[in-house]
């Protein structure tokens, strides 16, 4: 069963703090992605990985910045949290091969709180 | 641009109802769809994908090219339908998916 581990599921952090979200994929998938999510806004995407140091901006990037050193672990980092960053954050990871693995799996998600 | 629209934030009906969550996309290519679920403190996982033209738990969902749309359809719902749908779209080969703002569907006894 795949596992995507998030080290966090509660995390209370104040304004101008350093923050860092770790996520952990066990079936060594080369895409790796991180979302938020917002009542009404639904999950937007911030960044993503397609492979070791590899990144992309998302929809949503700005205030975020992303590490993969490791192909089974994605960090997100908010250089300076903010309260507009105050938010459920959910990683993700999905194979290669597209045609047949589609399947995006989800962590259980980490919700952020910035005072 | 992709986009994928739910118009709809909460749908409520009575068990035993027919259900459709709406879903309009718009992408110059060919897409994939899904639609992901998220029932109350549980993750999000995949409910249907269109490529695989299944049914899962009673739901189908058929791609509209015509329309672009992928609405969710089930002929009678039930309590354990209640929860938070996704629609998402992928770009066939490409790696990123777009998600819809979500449909809270609840439905009552």
């Known amino acids: 069963d795949v596992k995507v581990t998030q080290s966090s599921r509660y995390l209370v952090k104040r304004t101008g703090e350093k923050v860092f979200l770790e996520c952990v994929q066990d079936?060594?998938?080369?895409?790796m992605f991180w979302y938020r999510q917002d009542p009404g806004l639904g999950l937007r995407l911030i960044y993503f990985s397609y492979d070791v140091k590899m990144k992309e901006k998302g929809d949503i990037p700005e205030g975020y910045s992303v590490s993969r050193e490791k192909k089974e672990r994605f960090s997100l980092i908010l250089e300076s949290a903010s309260t507009n960053q105050t938010s459920m954050y959910l990683c993700?990871?999905?194979?290669?091969?597209?045609?047949?693995?589609?399947?995006?799996?989800f962590g259980s998600g980490t919700q952020l709180s910035v005072l | 641009a992709q986009r994928v629209t739910q118009p709809e934030k909460l749908l409520s009906v009575f068990k035993g109802a027919p259900v459709e969550l709406k879903c309009n996309y718009s992408y110059s290519g060919s897409p994939e769809l899904f639609w992901y679920v998220q029932y109350s403190r549980q993750r999000l996982q995949l409910l249907l994908r269109?490529?695989s033209r299944e049914s899962i738990k009673g739901f189908t969902a058929d791609l509209n090219k015509g329309e672009t749309s992928f609405h969710l359809k089930k002929p009678f719902a039930q309590e354990e339908d209640s929860a938070m749908y996704y629609c998402?779209?992928?770009?066939?080969?490409?790696?990123?998916?777009?998600f819809g703002t979500g449909t809270r569907l609840q439905v009552f006894p």
């Open positions: 993700a990871s999905r194979g290669r091969d597209t045609s047949t693995n589609e399947k995006l799996f």
């Open positions: 998402a779209l992928s770009g066939f080969g490409t790696d990123k998916l777009i």
């Open positions: 269109h490529i």
């Open positions: 079936m060594d998938h080369e895409n």
